[in-house]
Every structure is written in C-alpha cells, then in structure tokens.
C-alpha cells in the first residue's frame, strides 16, 4: 500500500517560485535596501523586478521558510492591519489563540494549518479587519455578555 508514497518535502527554493503580481522570479535576498533598518538581517523572497515590482515577503526569523505569500505595498499594510486586529482577539482574553485561530479557519473557509494572515489576500484581509473589530466592539459595549465562538461569523444580536 505504501509503495511511491514519498512525501515531497514543500520545498522553498526561491528559483520555483513566482512573483503573483508580474510573474518575474523571486529572489532569496538580504533586506538590506529593501527595509529602512535591517539590523537584525532580516532576509526576504523579493520580486526580481523590484523595486519596479514592489513585491516581497519575510521568512521566519532564523529560517528561509517565507511567512506567507509575496504581497506588495499595498497587501502588506492590509496584513498588518489585519493581524493588528485578530491579535487583540485573543490578547483581549476574548478568546483562547487557538479559538481564534478555528476562528479565522472558518472565516476564510480553509482549514486551520493554513489560517495564517500572510496567506491572506486583500479580500479576506478586508474580512479579518471588518469582523474582528465587530467582535472587539461587541465585547466593549456588553462585557456581560461573555463571547460565544460562532461558526461562520454572523451574529444577530
Ligand atoms: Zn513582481
């Protein structure tokens, strides 16, 4: 039953992988020029039409493994905006991390190993950021009603 069953380890070899903007190949690079401060030798997945195509992504502090896909100017700040958001999910004790994490697994109808924001694309960004602050307001206005996790988000109140 097992015969040919070598998983393919998901490789990151910057050489197969494509800018989503322009289609140029993606460099594997120092941030030096890229970020303003790059003091902590940061290393990033950079479009190689950059900086005509400002498109790129971090890696994981200490690995080459990128933290989600190539996003530009624009994707990137919505990102950050939208973990800005789903971060007091959980930090305002709302909810458990890993709640809020099914949370958003069912928000972008993915399971839960892909529920991570720098997957997201400026649609679903847009989601996380509109549905996050109605749980946070929610949760200002009525402290006595304690946050029930509901499926799929909507909740009539
Ligand atoms: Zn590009």
């Known amino acids: 039953m097992n015969k040919h069953n070598k998983k393919k380890r998901k490789g990151f ?5 494509r800018c ?3 289609g140029g190949t993606v460099v594997y690079r120092s941030a030096d020029g890229i970020y303003h401060d790059n ?11 950059y900086p005509e195509c400002d ?11 990128p933290v989600g896909s ?7 700040s919505l990102r950050r905006t939208a973990h800005h958001y789903f971060d007091q999910l959980h930090e305002s004790g709302f909810m458990s991390k890993q709640d809020a994490y099914q949370w958003l697994a069912d ?13 997201l694309g400026e649609y679903y960004c847009k989601q996380v950021i509109e549905e996050s602050r ?6 200002k206005k009525s402290d006595c009603h304690r946050f029930q996790v509901v499926r799929g988000g909507a909740l009539a109140s």
């Open 107 to 119: 928000l972008i109808c993915a399971p839960l190993s892909e529920a991570h924001i720098g997957h």
């Open 70 to 76: 190539l996003a530009n100017h624009e994707l990137r």
């Open 39 to 49: 003091s902590k030798g940061m290393m990033l997945y950079v479009c190689s039409n």
């Open 55 to 65: 498109s790129y992504v971090r890696v994981h502090a200490g690995t080459n493994i």
């Open 134 to 139: 109605k749980i946070l307001n929610r949760n």
């Open 20 to 22: 989503p903007y322009c």
């Open 13 to 17: 070899n910057a050489s197969s992988m």
